[in-house]
C-alpha cells in the first residue's frame, strides 16, 4: 500500500540553526499538510497545500516557517532560525483528492532543538 | 479555533475487555475520524467517517459519527494486548476552499491492555 515517507527520522539541530524536513507524499496525491506534536501532547495543525500554494497555515506557522514543493515528488517544511520550543514530532500528510479521502500520515521527523 | 475534547484520558483494562472512547466538539464537523499511534510513529488511520449517524466498522472497532455532527464514539470490543496505544479522534470542517481536510485532533486516549 502507498505510503508517505518522511527524512530523516530524527534531526538534532542547534538552536538558531535552519532545519530542512522531507517529505514524499503518496503519489498522485493533490493536498498537503504538515502538523506538529510536541511530546505528550495532541497533534496541531501547521499549514495545508494544494496548486503549489499554502491554503491555510495555524498560527504556530510563523515567518519563521515556510513549505515547498521543489519538485513533483517531494514537499519540505523548512524553519529558518530554530528555537527550544520547536523540538517536537513534525508529520506529513496527503490526501488525493476532493471528497471522502481521509489523511494518511507519515512516521514524522522528530526534531531537537539543542 | 475549534476544539475537540477526548475522554477518557487513559484506560487501564484487562485483555477480553471492551473499550469505549468519544470525543465531543462545540462546532459542527464534517469528517470524524479516528487514528491510532504507536510511539515514535505517526497516526494510523482506524476508520473514516463521513456521514451524520454512520457507523462503521473495521475488525473489533466500531466508531459513530454523532446526529449532531459535534461528537463521535470508538468501541474496541474483546480488547487484545496490540490495542496498546494512543487513539485520537480527529475531525474536519471540511468547508471546501481554503479549510479542505485540515484536522483538529483531540488530546488522544492512552490505552494499556493487562495480559
Redo the contacts between chains.
Keep these: 500500500e502507498p505510503e508517505?515517507t518522511?527524512t530523516p527520522s530524527h534531526q538534532v539541530t542547534q538552536m538558531g540553526q535552519e532545519v530542512i524536513l522531507r517529505c514524499v507524499p503518496i503519489s498522485n496525491h493533490l493536498?498537503f499538510?504538515w502538523?506538529r506534536q510536541i511530546l505528550g501532547?495532541?497533534?496541531?495543525?501547521l499549514v495545508?497545500f494544494?496548486n503549489n500554494e499554502i491554503?491555510?497555515k495555524s498560527e504556530i506557522f510563523d515567518d519563521q516557517f515556510s513549505v515547498e514543493r521543489p519538485d513533483g515528488s517531494n514537499f519540505t517544511l523548512k524553519i529558518r532560525s530554530t528555537k527550544l520550543e520547536d523540538s517536537a514530532m513534525y508529520?506529513c500528510?496527503s490526501?488525493g483528492q476532493?471528497g471522502?479521502?481521509?489523511?494518511?500520515?507519515?512516521?514524522?521527523t522528530?526534531l531537537s532543538i539543542l | 479555533g475549534q476544539q475537540l475534547n477526548q475522554s477518557p484520558q487513559s484506560m487501564f483494562i484487562q485483555e477480553g475487555e471492551d473499550v469505549s472512547m468519544n470525543c465531543t466538539s462545540s462546532s459542527i464537523f464534517n469528517t470524524w475520524l479516528w487514528y491510532k499511534q504507536d510511539p515514535g510513529e505517526g497516526p494510523v488511520l482506524l476508520i473514516a467517517l463521513y456521514k451524520a449517524g454512520e457507523l462503521t466498522s473495521n475488525g473489533r472497532l466500531t466508531a459513530q459519527f454523532g446526529i449532531t455532527r459535534k461528537d463521535s464514539f470508538l468501541n474496541i470490543s474483546a480488547s487484545i494486548p496490540s490495542d496498546v496505544g494512543i487513539y485520537f479522534c480527529a475531525g474536519s470542517a471540511d468547508a471546501g476552499g481554503t479549510s479542505y481536510g485540515k484536522l483538529t485532533f483531540g488530546q488522544g486516549t492512552i490505552l494499556t491492555v493487562h495480559p
Design positions: 508517505v518522511q493536498y499538510y502538523y501532547q495532541k497533534v496541531e495543525f495545508s494544494y491554503s491555510e508529520f500528510a490526501i476532493a471522502n479521502q481521509p489523511q494518511h500520515f507519515g512516521d514524522g522528530r
